[in-house]
C-alpha cells in the first residue's frame, strides 16, 4: 500500500493522524466530494467567500474588522487563499453583543 493509501485509510478510520506522537486534528476540503458534503470533519476551513455569504457582508467590512483586531485570525495558504477556522467565525460570531 503506497503512502497516499496509508494517509487515506487512516483518514477513513480515525479522526486523528499521528505525527512523530503527537496527534493533530483532521482537517479535509469543505468543498462537496462526490456531490455530498463532508460533515464528519475536525476543522472545517472556510473561505473569505464563504464567510462574506454566510454572514452577510462585503468583502471590504471583513478586511476592516481584520484591520481592526475584531475578527479571527485568517490562515494564508501557499496559493494565496485565506481560511478561517468555522468555529472560530461562529464563536466569534456568538459573542456579538444583541441590540
Not at 49 to 60: I, K, P, Y
Not at 68 to 74: A, C, E, L, R, S
Amino acid at each position: 500500500m503506497n503512502s497516499c493509501h496509508q494517509v487515506l485509510s487512516k483518514l477513513l478510520n480515525s479522526e486523528r493522524l499521528s505525527w512523530g506522537g503527537n496527534t493533530a486534528p483532521v482537517v479535509l476540503p469543505i468543498k462537496p466530494i462526490g456531490g455530498k458534503r463532508v460533515t464528519e470533519m475536525a476543522q472545517q476551513w472556510v473561505t473569505i467567500q464563504q464567510v462574506m455569504e454566510e454572514l452577510g457582508v462585503a468583502r471590504s467590512t471583513i478586511d476592516k474588522w481584520r484591520r481592526d483586531g475584531n475578527f479571527p485570525k485568517f490562515r494564508k495558504y501557499p496559493n494565496g487563499s485565506l481560511r478561517v477556522e468555522q468555529a472560530a467565525v461562529e464563536s466569534w460570531r456568538d459573542s456579538l453583543e444583541l441590540v
